[in-house]
């Protein structure tokens, strides 16, 4: 999954913040999860991204989960909310 490049600065900052409050240091983090002392450096400075994947095994090593919360409307040009009532439409008005 690829990120927004915006995003990037954002979860390394919300990253420092928990790791800061769990009183886990950088290097304790990735030594214990085996991650490049370097890439998470760059990750917590807003210079590199990590995957879903590796994202969740960091939040479950920190007892925390991740949430895909909505912020703004999608990129479609359709909801499928619209869409549904689009064919609702249509068939009410072609039913013999």
């Given amino acids: 999954m690829q990120l927004c490049d915006k995003n990037i600065p954002m979860m390394g900052n919300r990253l420092k ?4 409050r ?4 950088a290097y304790r983090l990735s030594k214990d999860l085996g991650l490049d002392k370097g890439h998470l450096s ?7 991204e990590y995957s879903v994947k590796k994202l969740t095994i960091i939040a479950d090593y920190l007892g925390y989960d991740i949430e895909f919360v909505k912020r703004k409307p999608s990129h479609c040009l359709f909801s499928v909310d619209f869409f ?8 009410i008005v072609f039913s013999p």
């Avoid at 760059?42 to 590199?48: C, E, H, S, T, V």
């Avoid at 549904?84 to 068939?91: G, P, Q, S």
Wanted: hydrophobic letters at 60%; glycine letters at 8%; a positive charge.
């Fill in 42 to 48: 760059k990750f917590l400075n807003g210079k590199a």
């Fill in 84 to 91: 549904f009532v689009l064919i609702a439409l249509i068939f």
């Fill in 22 to 25: 769990e009183k886990v240091s």
């Fill in 17 to 20: 913040d928990i790791i800061g």
